[in-house]
Nanobody, 117 residues
Framework: QVQLVESGGGLVQAGGSLRLSCAAS??????????MGWYRQAPGKQRDFVAA???????KYADSVKGRFTISRDNAKSTVYLQMNSLKPDDTAVYYC?????????WGQGTQVTVSS
């Protein structure tokens, strides 16, 4: 059974930083060959794309996080990271990782990020 488990969220003041991690497990999920992404869902809103990294390490970002967030991956650990700097209250959301494009069967519980003003 494939699992993507997010961690690293928390409560932080505006301007602060957090580093999220997403560990993949399950023999059916070939982490190395999958493009991976981070997504977020704020209260009352749809889930949106945040950042992506392909198997070769090339990255893409939503305009709202460019220059502040950095996505990276460690294939040896089957883990993808999201370094978030200069956080704003608008970044408050539950953050999820998934493949790119996302697969419904891979959505996990997410990790809550709350940015206070």
């Amino acid at each position: 059974q494939v699992q993507l488990v997010e961690s690293g969220g928390g409560l932080v003041q505006a301007g602060g930083s957090l580093r999220l991690s997403c560990a993949a497990s399950g023999s059916a999920f070939s982490f190395r060959v999958n493009d991976m992404g981070w997504y977020r869902q704020a209260p009352g809103k749809q889930r949106d794309f945040v950042a992506a990294i392909d198997r070769d390490g090339r990255t893409k970002y939503a305009d709202s996080v460019k220059g502040r967030f950095t996505i990276s991956r460690d294939n040896a650990k089957s883990t993808v990271y999201l370094q978030m700097n200069s956080l704003k209250p608008d970044d408050t959301a539950v953050y999820y990782c998934n493949s790119v494009p996302p697969a419904n069967r891979y959505w996990g519980q997410g990790t809550q990020v709350t940015v206070s003003s």
